[in-house]
């Protein structure tokens, strides 16, 4: 059975001063314990997150990682050593903006999974079109060539320790949400690639949503049976807003 899971994704916002009012609203929240919640606050706020929730049912994530695992001769770039040692559990890799603003290509992205991974950490593997390739019918095309690229280069037992989100680039910070049942249409997809290469993995991998995910539609889109959860962008940035998601995902 696979549990559901909710990760705020902080993208580049926060002062000291915002990220502990928001790290004091998030220790207020009743929480579903049925749930697996985590944060991916900027490299520079981890330190502080993961003190400010020690105690707290929420794991720390980070939102990029170099593509080595190990220390070394790469200025600006943080090592997943690094952000183990940080105390990050989990790290975004492939988010669109990265893809689509910072150029990183599905050889480099590879590289960053298999880094993240081999340092104990579970990758969150981002996946998703934008409006063009919806509007040409591209949808499945893309996402299957995404998530492809990481099967090709190290097999189908590599998605076993991930998780993966589905985030459509045209609904992420506009404003417009896939419907639940496009987003089922497209997490389905995404299940049955996996199952063509083992069923088993494809059952127990958790495949999420993003995309403007909210407190007023996370219900509806979390009753979809192949959506385990979401990928929250903005909404996380308010902890009563992060909360009530949450406790759409245990219901």
């Not at 929480?31 to 490299?43: E, Y």
């Not at 903006?97 to 990183?104: F, H, S």
């Not at 190290?154 to 949400?177: C, D, K, M, R, S």
């Amino acid at each position: 059975m696979r549990r559901t899971m909710v990760a705020g994704n902080w993208k580049m916002h926060g002062t000291r001063a915002s990220v502990a009012e928001l790290i004091d609203g998030l220790a207020k929240q009743t929480l579903p314990g049925s749930v697996d919640i985590a944060v991916f606050p900027s490299s520079l706020h981890v330190g502080q997150v993961v003190n400010g929730l020690q105690g707290a049912s929420i794991a720390v994530g980070a939102q990029d990682a170099a593509v080595q695992a190990d220390q070394g001769a790469l200025t600006g770039e943080i090592a997943s050593s690094q952000l183990v040692d940080a105390g990050c559990k989990l790290v975004l890799v492939g988010h669109s903006e990265r893809r689509l603003l910072l150029g990183e290509s599905d050889e480099v992205l590879n590289r960053k999974f298999a880094a993240v991974q081999s340092a104990g950490m579970t990758p969150v593997l981002c996946i998703g079109e934008t409006l063009e390739q919806r509007e040409a019918k591209q949808t499945l095309e893309v996402v299957g060539q995404q998530l492809g690229s990481v099967i090709k280069a190290f097999g189908i037992q590599a998605l076993v320790n991930a998780v993966v989100a589905y985030e459509p680039v045209w609904a992420i910070g506009t404003g417009l949400t896939a419907t639940p049942e496009q987003a089922q249409e497209v997490h389905a997809a995404i299940r049955a690639q996996l199952a063509k290469e083992d069923s088993e993995v494809a059952q127990g991998v958790r495949l999420l949503y993003g995309g403007s995910v909210k407190a007023a539609n996370a219900a509806e889109l979390f009753s979809m049976p192949d959506i385990d959860g979401g990928l929250v962008g903005g909404a996380s940035l308010n902890a009563d807003e992060f909360g009530a998601i949450c406790r759409a995902a245990g219901n």
